[in-house]
C-alpha cells in the first residue's frame, strides 16, 4: 500500500472495486475495496495498490487515484475498467492524458441484456463476431453492417443503440501504438477478485476493516510475488 511507484511506468492500468462486509462502530457495513493492477511498457504486471473505503463513487475513485499518483504513478495511456460512472468521471479528470478502455466483456453483456433470448440466436452471434475483431476499421464495419440489419426491428433497437454509442470506447486498446487482445477486459483482475472473495468468503463479516485490509493485503501480496517471481511475459507486444 506504500510502496514508492516512482522510477516504473504503467502505460497500462487496470482497476475494478469489491464489496466485504465489516463491522464498524458496532455496525455490518459494505465496505469498497478499490484495486489497481499496473502493466509495464515491457508487459509486466503488478498490483500496485488497493484501498478500502465506504462506497464506489467519483469522490472515491478520484481518492484512489491521488493516492496512486501521490505513490509516483505516472505514465498512464490507457485506464481499462467497467463503465461505472462515478468511476469514468474519475478517470477523465485525474489521467486527462489517457485514454479509457471500456470492459468488453461488460459491455457486451449490457447489450445482450437487452435482447430476448428467444429468436435472438443470429443477433447475438453477431454482436460477439464484433468482438473478436482487433483491427478497429473491420469492427466499425462489422458494427454498422448489425445496426443496418437490425435497427428498424423493435425488439433490438435498445441493444443497436447500445452498441452503437459505447462502441469507441470499447475499442481504445487497438489505437494505441502497442495493442493486445488482453487489454480489451479486466479478465485479470476478475480473477484477481475470484482468488480475495476465495478467502475472504471464510471470514464473512470483518470484525473491524483494519482485519479486512491486513487479509486482502496478504493474499493481493502472495499473488503479486507470484507475478513478478514468473520469468514470462504477461503480455507480448508485437513490434510496431
Known amino acids: ?35 489497481a493492477i499496473g ?8 498490483i500496485i495498490g488497493f ?46 492524458h489517457a485514454s479509457w478502455q471500456r470492459c468488453q466483456v461488460h459491455f457486451m453483456r449490457n447489450i445482450l441484456s437487452t435482447v430476448p433470448k428467444k429468436g435472438s440466436k443470429p443477433f447475438r452471434e453477431a454482436v460477439k463476431a464484433i468482438f473478436k475483431f482487433s483491427d478497429i476499421h473491420l469492427a466499425r464495419k462489422a458494427k454498422s453492417a448489425l445496426i443496418e440489419e437490425y435497427a428498424d426491428q423493435v425488439k433490438y433497437q435498445k441493444a ?13 486498446y487497438t489505437v494505441l501504438g502497442k495493442s493486445h487482445n488482453r487489454l480489451k477486459s479486466t479478465n485479470l483482475l476478475e480473477r484477481l477478485n475470484e482468488e480475495v472473495r476465495r478467502r475472504e468468503k471464510v471470514i464473512r463479516i470483518f470484525p473491524n476493516t483494519a ?8 493474499v493481493l501480496m502472495d499473488v503479486h510475488e507470484s507475478w513478478i517471481s514468473s520469468p514470462r511475459k504477461y503480455i507480448q507486444f508485437e513490434s510496431n
Open 1 to 35: 500500500q506504500n510502496r514508492t511507484l516512482t522510477g516504473t511506468k504503467f502505460p497500462y492500468l487496470m482497476v475494478d472495486v469489491l464489496y466485504i462486509k465489516a463491522r464498524v462502530e458496532q455496525r455490518v457495513l459494505s465496505q469498497s475495496c478499490h484495486i
Open 39 to 46: 502493466i509495464t511498457e515491457e508487459g509486466d504486471r503488478q
Open 51 to 96: 484501498m478500502l473505503q465506504n462506497e464506489e463513487s467519483h469522490e472515491t475513485w478520484s481518492n484512489f487515484f491521488d493516492y496512486l499518483k501521490n505513490r509516483g504513478l505516472s505514465g498512464i495511456k490507457l485506464v481499462i475498467s467497467d463503465a461505472h460512472k462515478g468511476l469514468v468521471s474519475a478517470i477523465q479528470t485525474s489521467f486527462t
Open 160 to 172: 443497436c443503440r447500445t452498441l452503437d454509442e459505447g462502441f469507441e470506447d470499447a475499442f481504445q
Open 211 to 218: 482485519s479486512a485490509n491486513r487479509l486482502i493485503g496478504a
